[in-house]
């Protein structure tokens, strides 16, 4: 069973993938890569938007519905919505990379391979 991720966690996890920073979006904490955004808090506090793949979403919404969602809101956009108290941190720091492989930069992304 998943423990929940604190925004704290997120924060580490985010700032954790090169070139990320951390801003706002739309008055809300978020981390941005070269400027695009990858993830920010809503405002209710427990719940991150991530930028990811319509085909990725669609995964996660199917794998874990409880965790992973979207609103009418997103339905047309890119991103899924998670619940920090129930995602298991692991599958956060994945889906958190996702993210950040969808907007980073190519040279960041072969900078980042090249390390590996």
């Known amino acids: 069973m998943a423990q929940g991720v604190t925004f704290a966690a997120v924060r580490k996890l985010a700032l954790a993938l090169p070139g990320v920073e951390e801003g706002t979006s739309y008055r809300t904490p978020a981390f941005k890569v070269r400027g695009k955004l990858i993830a920010r808090l809503r405002e ?3 719940t991150l938007v991530v ?3 319509f ?3 669609d995964f996660l919404m199917n794998a ?3 965790t992973f969602y979207i609103t009418d809101h997103y339905r ?3 991103a899924v919505l998670v619940r ?3 995602v298991d941190r692991a ?3 994945e889906v958190l990379e996702e993210a950040w492989k969808h907007s980073a930069p190519k040279t ?4 980042h391979e090249s390390r590996r």
Do not use: F
């Open 108 to 111: 960041l992304l072969a900078a």
């Open 44 to 46: 209710d506090g427990e």
């Open 64 to 66: 874990d519905p409880e």
């Open 91 to 93: 599958r956060l720091r």
């Open 76 to 78: 047309g956009y890119p």
């Open 55 to 57: 085909e990725l979403r």
């Open 84 to 86: 920090l108290p129930l």
């Open 51 to 53: 930028k990811v793949g």
